[in-house]
């Protein structure tokens, strides 16, 4: 499965912007999906993850309440939508899907990611 992140871009603080990951080469349906973000310097953070059936979600306490993920799974994709976005959220985003393993989360397969720089 090749994954591929899009809908980055330049914004304003306040703004929206709604992230695509596409899968290619295979399916998504019964992958959790994770997005990520990596901002230069520094760590790559767990940002939120969908389980395969869209029923369970979790997030990073600093986007709770800004950041919606949901998926498709008819047409094999995931997204992110982000509201009120704040100059921390600038990064490049990435999403992975993946599933738990004997009660261990693995991320199997990684797509390239999109830049989302937020200006003040």
């Known amino acids: 499965v090749q994954l591929q992140a899009s809908g980055g871009g330049l914004v304003q603080a306040g703004d929206s912007l709604r992230l695509s990951c596409a899968a290619s080469?295979?399916?998504?349906?019964?992958?959790?999906v994770g997005w990520f973000r990596q901002a230069p310097g520094k760590e790559r953070e767990f940002v939120g993850v969908?389980?395969?059936?869209?029923?369970?979600?979790d997030y990073v306490d600093s986007v709770k309440g800004r950041f919606t993920i949901s998926r498709n799974n008819v047409k094999n994709m995931v997204y992110l939508q982000m509201n009120s976005l704040k100059p921390e959220d600038t990064a490049a985003y990435y999403c992975?899907?993946?599933?738990?393993?004997?009660?261990?989360?693995?991320?199997?397969?990684w797509g390239q990611g999109t830049q989302v720089t937020v200006s003040s």
């Open positions: 969908i389980d395969w059936s869209g029923g369970d979600i």
């Open positions: 080469g295979g399916t998504l349906r019964l992958s959790d």
């Open positions: 992975a899907a993946g599933g738990i393993y004997s009660g261990n989360r693995r991320w199997d397969y």
